[in-house]
T-cell receptor, first 116, second 115 residues
Framework: AQSVTQLDSQVPVFEEAPVELRCNYS??????LFWYVQYPNQGLQLLLK??????LVKGINGFEAEFNKSQTSFHLRKPSVHISDTAEYFC??????????????FGTGTRLTIIP | DAEITQSPRHKITETGRQVTLACHQT?????MFWYRQDLGHGLRLIHY???????NKGEVSDGYSVSRSNTEDLPLTLESAASSQTSVYFC??????????????FGPGTRLTVL
């Protein structure tokens, strides 16, 4: 079984400042990692994912994340945030021992608030 | 465009009533999932299905059931609604592309209130 920890429940950031949202995971097997964004009153939208290969993953809206196996982390970063980035961000993990039938385990989410 | 829809988007019901939430996807995905979202818990898996006639229990399945009679639909039923089941419910479906890329897509959610 795997688990995900998002240590920061809320992160306020000034507009145009950089941001890092932290995600740590626990698993006894190899994993896939995901970041999803949820805008107010909407469903979840995939930001980026790490399946294999390069540990630096680039996603939509200028976000990127780096997979660090030794630290079991997958932190999300953006060099300059905008008001439109205000949303809830979820980190998720799945193991790929059953390829094609993965189930996601989600963290509790981080609410990113951009301050004008 | 292919999509995943949920209905109703909002539902208010009374304790003890049976409630069914609909989920319909037009991607022809084999895998479908139901989650509930609660403050402080993120999304938790209720039930999932890997294909027609296949259903499996997730982390928080007590009080819920699903059935899969075709590829497109996975309705979620609350047999006897309880106040603890007040939540936002998300349906999802997933695919593995020809290049091995795994992606799970989410519906817009159903906000259920049990009074």
């Amino acid at each position: 079984a795997q688990s995900v920890t998002q240590l920061d429940s809320q992160v306020p950031v000034f507009e145009e400042a950089p941001v890092e949202l932290r995600c740590n995971y626990s698993s006894s097997v190899s994993v896939y990692l995901f970041w999803y964004v949820q805008y107010p009153n909407q469903g979840l939208q995939l930001l980026l994912k790490y399946l294999s290969g390069s540990t630096l993953v680039k996603g939509i809206n200028g976000f990127e994340a780096e997979f660090n196996k030794s630290q079991t982390s997958f932190h999300l970063r953006k060099p300059s945030v905008h008001i439109s980035d205000t949303a809830e961000y979820f980190c998720a993990v799945s193991d790929h021992t059953n390829f094609g039938n993965e189930k996601l385990t989600f963290g509790t989410g981080t609410r990113l608030t951009i301050i004008p | 465009d292919a999509e995943i829809t949920q209905s109703p988007r909002h539902k208010i019901t009374e304790t003890g009533r049976q409630v069914t939430l609909a989920c319909h996807q037009t991607w022809n995905h084999n895998n479908m999932f139901w989650y509930r979202q609660d403050l402080g818990h993120g999304l938790r898996l209720i039930h999932y299905s890997y294909g027609v006639q296949d259903t499996n229990k997730g982390e928080v399945s007590d009080g819920y059931s699903v059935s899969r009679s075709n590829t497109e639909d996975l309705p979620l039923t609350l047999e006897s609604a309880a106040s603890s089941q007040t939540s936002v419910y998300f349906c999802a479906s997933s695919e593995v592309s020809a290049s091995g890329q795994y992606t799970q897509y989410f519906g817009p959610g159903t906000r259920l209130t049990v009074l």
